[in-house]
T-cell receptor
Framework: AQSVTQLGSHVSVSEGALVLLRCNYS??????LFWYVQYPNQGLQLLLK??????LVKGINGFEAEFKKSETSFHLTKPSAHMSDAAEYFC??????????????FGKGTSLLVTP | DSGVTQTPKHLITATGQRVTLRCSPR?????VYWYQQSLDQGLQFLIQ???????AKGNILERFSAQQFPDLHSELNLSSLELGDSALYFC??????????????FGEGSRLTVL
């Protein structure tokens, strides 16, 4: 079964500082990996995805993530945090079994707090 | 705005009752996914429909059921409600091309409170 683990349920950074949100995956097949963001009282929005090809993927709002097979990781980074980045971030891996088809399996989420 | 519409946004009901949540996918999307988000369980996949047919099942309770209609909107029916069913229920849709990659577009959710 495909699963992800997000390290740290809460991360706090200062405005302008580096954002690093950690995600490790477990998959028996080459994974399709995603980062989604959820702002308060809103649905989830896709930030970026890795399917195949280039291991460094760029997303919206200046975020990027690097797929590292050797480390089974897909950490999300942003060089300089903005106040507007405060939200809940979810790492996800696409399932690929006969029961759950291609549904996404999500991590528990990391709440990002950005302080002035 | 993802283009996925969910109603109602908020719903308060009592234990033992039955509710129906509705989802209209983005125009052209054939797949509808239902997820439950709660503090203790996180985001859990419930069920997927593709062009009217059930495609995949996740951690959906027997008290819950869903269907997708010919116009592609979907309904999630929750019955014999328990306190623990209180959660945010998300619908997500995907087009045939993106369905394989797993990219989903989420609605804003329906918040269910069971008292």
């Amino acid at each position: 079964a495909q699963s992800v683990t997000q390290l740290g349920s809460h991360v706090s950074v200062s405005e302008g500082a580096l954002v690093l949100l950690r995600c490790n995956y477990s998959s028996s097949v080459p994974p399709y990996l995603f980062w989604y963001v959820q702002y308060p009282n809103q649905g989830l929005q896709l930030l970026l995805k890795y399917t195949t090809g280039a291991t460094l993927v760029k997303g919206i709002n200046g975020f990027e993530a690097e797929f590292k097979k050797s480390e089974t990781s897909f950490h999300l980074t942003k060089p300089s945090a903005h106040m507007s980045d405060a939200a809940e971030y979810f790492c996800a891996v696409r399932s690929s079994n006969s029961n759950s088809g291609y549904a996404l399996n999500f991590g528990k989420g990391t709440s990002l707090l950005v302080t002035p | 705005d993802s283009g996925v519409t969910q109603t109602p946004k908020h719903l308060i009901t009592a234990t033992g009752q039955r509710v129906t949540l509705r989802c209209s996918p983005r125009s052209g999307d054939l797949s509808v996914y239902w997820y439950q988000q709660s503090l203790d369980q996180g985001l859990q996949f419930l069920i997927q429909y593709y062009n009217g047919e059930e495609r995949a099942k996740g951690n959906i309770l027997e008290r819950f059921s869903a269907q997708q209609f010919p116009d592609l909107h979907s309904e999630l029916n929750l019955s014999s409600l328990e306190l623990g069913d209180s959660a945010l229920y998300f619908c997500a849709s995907s087009d045939p091309g993106r369905d394989y990659t797993g990219e989903l577009f989420f609605g804003e959710g329906s918040r269910l409170t069971v008292l």
